[in-house]
């Protein structure tokens, strides 16, 4: 197992790439479903947010790949295609209803994606680490990236919150005001 990059000073260039492949198989799942609650919440004031989110996970997606390939690090088609598959099968989740959407489905997937937004972000932080060993990232952009994770996970997680609410009863304020900050 090779420690160090010939073209740079990236250490297990090797484990770097099956990183890269997770993050690019969530990124998959993640455009996958907020596809899906785009049709779900057509009409609806999270209609426009969602739309503006799958354009923005689309292009992170496409930046992911992009820096892959300035890695030299192969996509693993497996991987995406497994994703592809998981998404369309977690569909079948027990939701409290057999044959109808249960309001339960949104409460699930909008912590889901919020929490999925902590994760990729999460990713996008290590890939800055490894823009200060590999000069050909783009310092910038991996900035960029975490700064509109930050955005996306603030406008999710009150999505959450109200549609909790709406579900289950209760206040759907942001959480600094519900813990009084």
Request: hydrophobic share 40%.
């Amino acid at each position: 197992m090779s420690e160090s990059s010939p073209s740079g000073g990236i250490r297990n260039p090797d484990l770097l790439g099956i990183y890269c492949n997770d993050h690019l198989m969530a990124s998959t799942g993640g455009v996958e479903l907020v596809s899906r609650m785009v049709g779900t919440h057509r009409g609806t004031p999270y209609e426009a947010p969602l739309e503006r989110l799958l354009t923005e996970l689309r292009e992170e997606r496409s930046a992911l790949r992009a820096m892959m390939d300035v890695l030299g690090v192969p996509v693993r088609q497996y991987k995406q295609v497994a994703t592809w598959v998981g998404e369309k099968v977690s569909r079948l989740k027990l939701n409290g209803r057999l044959l109808s959407r249960s309001p339960l489905s949104d409460v699930i997937e909008f912590e889901f994606i919020a929490t999925a937004v902590l994760g990729k972000r999460a990713g996008f932080e290590t890939l800055r680490e490894v823009a200060e060993a590999e000069p050909r990232l783009d310092r910038a952009l991996l900035d960029r990236l975490i700064t509109q994770a930050d955005q996306q996970h603030e406008w999710l997680s009150e999505a959450r919150r109200e549609i909790a609410a709406k579900v289950f009863g209760g206040r759907s304020e942001p959480a600094s005001e519900a813990a009084g900050d």
